[in-house]
């Protein structure tokens, strides 16, 4: 009877996924344009708040209450950051809905045991969030390798006559994703009368590069005091050119270390999983020392998986 229950349980959630997934695909551009939405000022909220049509009511109602607590701003500026096409409230349903499915999936093949049911669904509570991060880094590390591109065809409109916006409207055009998709926002923005001081913040609040700062900065005090622009971005794209060329070759050559300190640190994660399920009661006998040895025993090697961990990522960790 219970087996059924779970079944039904689950059944029940893959269908409101594929709901959830089938409404998300049908508004894209409204969530295109909430995005943006986070970013604008006051006046730019009540032009883009018509465009919104069709949201789906209970999700809507959690993203809104979620999004004014400091977590759910972080969680959409993180989404926003990732290019992830979900909202907050939908964000937080697919981690209920995993750690549903994983503490299910783990409780039966764990011998149906609390601890199994425990870590099934810690598992699923961080899945979502290490992919989100994953996609950040990666569209961050593309952004970066694009940026030199980039310039090169700033400044080469810049010298043909092109005005900035007109510069940054033709990136958007000829360069492929994630910097294009960015640009135009920030063209987008500065359309419907967003200054170009704001823009750039914007762009530079959803892409943390080092690299953006600096041609974000060279912008602004061009603005300012004058001077020659093509020039200055010509010079910033040598010297990120060359940072990038130097952060690949240090990526390189820090590899083994960083995967070495990353399975290192996770095989011992993975055999105590495994023993776990395999034969439980070997593990527990830990506990016959007391309660005190067994949290003992657990914060000494936690410490130590984490102390190592930390050691050879710092080691492989070089700024350029």
């Known amino acids: 009877m219970t087996a059924w229950i779970i079944i039904i349980v689950g059944l029940i959630l893959i269908i409101l996924l594929i709901v959830g997934v089938v409404v998300t695909a049908g508004s894209e551009s409204a969530l295109v344009e909430q995005r943006l939405d986070q970013y604008f000022e006051g006046d730019s909220k009540e032009q883009i708040a018509d465009k919104q049509v069709q949201r789906a009511a209970l999700t809507e109602w959690v993203s809104r ?49 609390p601890i199994s049911l425990l870590l099934g669904a810690v598992g699923g509570a961080f899945l979502p ?24 065809l700033m400044v080469n409109g810049l010298r043909a006559g092109y005005s900035i916006m007109q510069a940054m409207e033709s990136i958007s055009k000829e360069l492929p994703s994630p ?6 926002r920030v063209v987008q923005e500065m359309q419907i009368g967003i200054p170009m001081e704001t823009a750039l913040e914007n762009l530079l609040r959803r892409i943390p590069s080092e690299d953006l700062d600096f041609v ?12 020659n622009l093509s020039e200055i971005l010509d010079t910033i794209s040598f010297t990120i050119r060359e940072r990038v060329r130097i952060k ?67 080691i492989a960790d070089i700024e350029v």
Not at 179 to 184: P, Q
Not at 216 to 227: A, F, K, L, Y
Request: glycine residues 8%; aromatic residues 8%.
């Open 65 to 113: 209450r979620v999004e004014k607590t400091t977590i759910g701003d972080r969680i959409a500026r993180e989404l926003a950051r990732a290019d992830l096409k979900i909202k907050v409230g939908e964000y937080f349903a697919l981690i209920i809905i995993c750690v549903i499915l994983a503490g299910a999936v783990t409780w039966f093949i764990g011998n149906r045991h």
């Open 129 to 152: 969030r290490f992919y989100v991060l994953r996609q950040k880094r990666m569209r961050l590390q593309k952004f970066n390798d694009q940026l030199p591109d980039m310039l090169n």
């Open 179 to 184: 910097i294009n998709d960015e640009f135009r």
């Open 216 to 227: 974000i900065t060279s912008i602004n005090v061009q603005r300012e005091v004058g001077g």
């Open 248 to 314: 690949g070759e240090i990526r390189v050559m820090t590899a083994q270390v960083r995967t070495s300190g990353t399975v290192l640190s996770l095989i011992p994660v993975f055999l105590t999983v495994i023993l776990w399920f395999l034969n439980p009661e070997y593990l527990l006998s830990i506990t016959d020392g007391g309660t005190t040895c067994t949290l003992a025993i657990a914060c000494i090697i936690i410490g130590l998986i984490g102390s190592g961990y930390f050691v050879m990522m710092r």
